[in-house]
């Protein structure tokens, strides 16, 4: 998991440096900084993988080299002429590991052009970097041999701790509407597309998964009976080039499959389809099924966890993440909330709350510590003393400065 993060003249965040636990909600008032922190994250993960896993083949020597990767990333804070930076420190399966990206933003080109990104890291004690190229056609020691291959291991474990990682930002249509999938084994989007097909294929190749993913949705949604597929039409586009008399024409194409959808026995009403159930209920479904399906990540950014969930039903979804992250340890959770009711059912230290100052820059600090903290929080839930002290007082505390 991720232990520790830094950001440098990443949006709202000019400096930033923020510990992070296993289950780390992030809460303040709208446009604060909270996405912004899930983005970071998801940069580190995705971006680093890439870019160190593109390395990861020896480079031939028609090309010169591993050319530098580049993306997409303009989002310097305001004012600042300095390189973006972000960076991750924390322990995969005991192994202590680092990541470190820095683009360096050219003023003359356009928003819209991509920056290069350089990539390095740390995997126990080895440096993580480009893989220097290695002359097949020259006889190398044995030392020179084995300090290659641990570099190309070490790499590959970083890239795979990192790689991991899954940003949801659920959409009860899609979640709802039938999804057809030609893979081996389905996945869900981000947005939630899939999820017939993920849940087919849990009952059909692993119906024990399925059968607990039903148990913990009944757990937070005790109206839930069960959970059913059907088979459902969907229309799929596709283009086809057609060669015709040497010229190549193409046509669009549009096939009728049949796929998979999600139906749910409620108590008093079966057969309910997916796009009738509550919205919190299919929300919850989708989030189950990504932490418990067949490609589990091993990083969730979730932006609004409390899923437009009853408070009490908050507060059992908070119950069964945390069995869920009790069977897998190495699951992280990192998500987003503008409920009270949630923090109430989080450890304090578990709380960080960002705030965006007059000089516009976004700041993130522990709930614990707010110079009162101490005094009041055996009287006061984290919810309650949330709700009492706001976050404006992030700006008047020294100590805060640094996390900006």
Known sequence: MIEKVQFRN?????????ELEPFTVLVGPNASGKTTLLEGLRIISETGAESLGKSL?????????VPQPAYKLMGRSHGETGPIEWHAWGTWQGVHGAAHLVARVDEQKSVDDETPVDVFGQWGTLAVKELPQYPANIVQSQDVIDRYTSMAEAKKALVDALSSSGVLRLELHRLA????????IPQLDEDGEGLGSVLAYLKLSQDEVFEKIEAALRKVVPSVVR??????AVEQDSVRTIALDDQKHQVSDRRKLWGSQVVLDMKGAKGVSAGSAGEGTLMVLGLLTVLMGPRRPRLVLLDDIELSLHPTAQGKLIEVLRTIQKNDPELQIVATSHSPFILNYLRPEEVRMTFLAENGFARCEKLTAHPDFEKWKDLMSPGEFWSTVGESWIEKVPASAPHE
């Open 10 to 18: 990443f949006k709202a965040y000019r400096s930033l440096d923020l």
């Open 57 to 65: 083949s020896v480079p031939s020597p028609d090309t010169g080299g």
């Open 177 to 184: 509407e039938a999804s057809y999938s030609d893979e081996a």
């Open 227 to 232: 959970i059913r597929i059907e088979r459902a």
